[in-house]
């Protein structure tokens, strides 16, 4: 059963070809969310999530694919999300597309059944190369072979540049998946910094930001943005608000309302989700 379920009124499950879907996939969890391109409102989001302590096989995915009566359908357009701690961004200048697997492996050791993945940025100009495990890509690519694949970075940072050019100092970003954090500081619309951290509890999380935040001697006075699974760590603000002046969640942007019954949502959760649309 998911565990999070919401939908308006309106939903037709026969009407597909006027939404658009963004579906969001890992070992962690599966989410997807609706747009209703006539009124360019969402009108459903449907979250699962694995048992305490335990990660989707690639059956279980399979399986939540097909049985769902809503992803076995045809849309206007589909757009998957991948997240994955494992990329290296290239300045698009300098990028040869001949040599992806060599600009993994400078800063990543290539795990075996893997596939690497290249996504491009308009801002900043630069190409990011990923890895993603083979099951899960060819398993999504069955699924959905019309789709766009993107990593998650592709609508974290669509999101974060839509707000960095209205700023004039620093923009901080932290986003959370299941297991890992993206954090991301822009300075002036220049991207100081974009790098995945592994963590097992919030205090790691801090280390490592707090790590980051001495030798790039970012102050007390800055702000930090949060999305993603935030609130599985209940002193994850708490303890954040102690080292800086703001903490703020990162709300989705974009030319899109959200029904009523998002109201019951924690938008942040699904930043990435619900940003997608503003990929190409």
């Known amino acids: 059963m998911p565990f999070l379920e919401l939908f308006d009124e309106t939903l037709d499950i026969n009407s597909s070809e006027n939404y658009m879907l963004s579906l969001e996939a890992s ?20 979250h699962y999530e694995p048992g305490e302590g335990r ?21 206007r357009r589909i757009s998957i999300i991948t997240p994955s701690p494992k990329f290296t961004l290239v300045p698009a200048p300098l990028y040869d597309a001949g040599k992806k697997e060599e600009y993994y492996n400078f800063n990543h050791l290539r795990d075996e059944n893997t ?62 998946e299941k297991d ?10 220049i991207l100081k910094l974009c790098n995945s951290f592994i963590f097992k509890s919030s205090k790691d999380i801090l280390y490592h930001v707090m ?40 709300g989705p942007y974009g030319n899109f309302t959200f029904s009523y019954v998002f109201n019951e949502a924690t938008l942040h959760r699904f930043l990435n989700l619900f940003s997608v649309v503003n990929c190409e």
């Open 211 to 250: 790590n980051v935040f001495r030798q790039m001697e970012i102050q007390r006075e800055e702000t930090i943005h949060f999305s993603g699974d935030i609130e599985k760590y209940n002193d994850l603000i708490p303890d954040f608000s102690e080292y800086v002046r703001g903490v703020k969640y990162a």
């Open 180 to 189: 890992f954090f993206t954090l991301v500081v822009f300075d002036q619309n």
């Open 27 to 46: 070992s962690g969890s599966l989410s997807f969310c609706i747009l209703d391109t006539l009124r360019n409102k969402y009108i459903m989001i449907r």
């Open 55 to 75: 990660n989707f096989t690639n059956e279980e995915l399979t399986g939540i694919i097909t049985s769902d009566d809503y992803l076995r359908k045809k849309y």
């Open 115 to 176: 596939v690497v993945l290249v996504n491009k940025f308009p801002v900043p100009d630069a190409f990011v190369i990923f890895s993603l495990p083979e099951q899960l890509t060819g398993l999504l690519n069955q699924a959905f072979p019309d789709a766009q694949l993107f990593i998650h970075l592709k609508p974290l940072l669509r999101h974060i540049t839509f707000w960095d050019k209205n700023l004039t100092g620093k923009y901080i970003h932290i986003h959370l």
